[in-house]
């Protein structure tokens, strides 16, 4: 087929077989936003995602707005070495629009030093140079799978099913405690139940909650020694191991739920025996999570656990934001449910 060169007004000089991001086309576009025309990151990226329409140029921010706004495609690769501190600026305030792509960004050595607002948005990741195949596959595949902002799980439909049984529940748990000491050895468990599936509730209104989350920078590893305390009260064996000294940009209150959420995953659906709560950093950057130690033999058919639980800790991971880290043993049993912030994002 011949192709046809387009010009975006505002500079997006493209190479392409259709008008550029046409209605009918548009949610299936992958913009690759890079001066330098790198030959075989467009084949990885096209690699990546084959059923896309891979359409390559540099990058101005009028030719961004533009496409944004006329016909918002399905995601998006930038190279930030390329953009100014106010195209980052701009690029991280249409980051709210309700058809905002999901966002790779390539970062060097100056990473997003003045513009660290888009770390905190959950359909961005950071692709460090020098970039590999792999790593360009795995930000994608992170930040594709989310719904744009605001639509996760449907966000209204979660908000109404938490009030909805929120008051049931309470009202459940009044009736218990107002039981008083008729059974301890029935009334504990059952008080301990409810509570547990009001936090589940909360997590999940977390999860779909529309607005942005609250960065800051934080020591993971005092999160982790709550960590800790919420598993010893709920009756675990766990071991704690810190590596000091290290911090991240992460909203706290998400990071507390998605950590109760992993811990819930392994106590549920693991192997069984003592989990392991890890804080470590390697050159890659930073991680945190639960680990449990394989098991022996394959588990029985159809003890997979429920798609709830994984799909709300990759949730709340994208929203700290952070990496999630799901490792299953025999392809079934969870044996990690972690957190990992890359080196540009410490």
Request: charged share 25%; proline share 10%; net charge negative.
């Amino acid at each position: 087929m011949r192709r046809a060169g387009r010009l975006i007004p505002g500079g997006l000089a493209v190479t392409i077989h259709a008008p550029l991001l046409a209605p009918e086309s548009s949610s299936r576009t992958v913009l690759l936003l890079n001066p330098a025309e790198d030959a075989a990151l467009a084949a990885a990226l096209r690699d990546t995602c084959p059923e896309a329409r891979i359409v390559a140029g540099p990058f101005t921010l009028e030719g961004w707005l533009r496409a944004l706004y006329e016909a918002p495609p399905a995601g998006a690769v930038l190279d930030t070495a390329a953009l100014s501190l106010s195209d980052l600026n701009g690029v991280a305030a249409t980051r709210r629009l309700p058809r905002a792509p999901w966002l790779v960004l390539l970062v060097g050595d100056r990473g997003l030093a003045g513009c660290e607002r888009l770390l905190g948005d959950p359909r961005t990741a950071l692709l460090p140079r020098p970039w590999t195949p792999a790593g360009l596959r795995a930000a994608v595949e992170r930040v594709r799978g989310l719904t744009p902002r605001g639509e996760s799980f449907p966000g209204p439909f979660v908000e109404g099913l938490v009030e909805g049984l929120r008051d049931p529940l309470t009202a459940l748990a009044g009736y218990l405690q107002l039981l008083g000491d008729a059974d301890r050895a029935l009334l504990d468990p059952a008080l301990a139940a409810a509570a547990d599936l009001e936090q589940q509730l909360g997590h999940a209104r977390l999860a779909a909650r529309p607005a942005a989350p609250h960065v800051e920078r934080l020591d993971p590893a005092d999160l982790l020694r709550v960590a800790m305390e919420d598993a010893t009260r709920a009756g675990l064996e766990v071991r704690l191991q810190l590596q000091e000294g290290l911090r991240i940009d992460a909203d706290p209150a998400v990071l507390r739920a998605a950590l109760a959420c992993g811990r819930r995953l392994l106590e549920r659906f693991g192997p069984g025996g003592p989990l392991l709560l890890r804080l470590a950093h390697d050159a890659d950057g930073v991680e945190a999570g639960w680990h449990a130690e394989p098991p022996a033999s394959a588990p029985p058919e159809g003890a997979e656990p429920p798609a709830f639980l994984p799909t709300l800790f990759e949730r709340l991971a994208a929203r700290v934001p952070a990496e999630a880290v799901l490792d299953r043993a025999h392809d079934v049993v969870p044996v990690t449910a972690a957190l990992r912030w890359t080196a540009a994002q410490e």
